[in-house]
């Protein structure tokens, strides 16, 4: 049998060209030059709505992520259960699943009700609508491979920052964003 864990985030990790927003965030990595390049290109493209509108909702995406999670935990414990073979990657899972449930709970306590509500939007796109600061973090996710490295996040805002200038609200909601994104 193949491994559960692997066949869950097959399913909620991006392909390189995602048809919609809830396709998994993968794409092709990129080196540190290249991902500053791929910021300012972002900042250059990204048409952005400004206004008071509710836009893409988020929670929905987190709490169906949190239901495959799950899953998966129960999946992996079966497995364990019945002495089957299991990856690492499964075994960290089901052992720090608390970390993850922990994560996901405070994404959903910490997110305020009107979140993006005055943050500016994407106008066009696959992420149409969603908060320009979650293209931002969805980009960065998706060519780091979900490796979150706080240089490699700085630099890549810094150059988005060159080309178009983020909001206070954007640079506040950045950490929570980067947090629904993985």
Not at 4 to 31: C, N, T, W
Not at 92 to 106: S, Y
Not at 112 to 140: D, M, T
Request: net charge positive.
């Amino acid at each position: 049998m193949t491994d559960v864990f692997a066949q869950i985030i097959d399913a909620i990790l991006p392909v390189a060209h995602p048809k919609k927003p809830g396709d998994p965030i993968r794409a092709e990595l990129f080196s540190l030059e290249r991902l500053e390049q791929h910021a300012e290109t972002l900042a250059a493209a990204q048409r952005v709505v400004k206004g008071f509108f509710r836009g893409m909702p988020i929670l929905p995406r987190v709490r169906n992520n949190w239901r495959a999670l799950n899953s998966a935990r129960r999946g992996i414990a079966a497995a364990i259960r019945e002495e089957r073979a299991i990856t690492p990657g499964s075994e960290w899972l089901v052992d720090n699943f608390h970390i993850v449930e922990e994560q996901i709970r405070e994404i959903i306590d910490d997110l305020p009700p009107g979140f993006s509500r005055g943050l500016p939007k994407i106008a066009e796109g696959f992420l149409k609508n969603a908060p320009r600061v979650y293209g931002i973090a969805w980009a960065f996710v998706a060519h780091t491979d979900s490796r979150i490295d706080p240089e490699w996040l700085n630099r890549f805002i810094r150059s988005y920052q060159r080309v178009a200038p983020l909001t206070i609200g954007e640079t506040w909601a950045l950490p929570i964003t980067l947090r629904v994104v993985l």
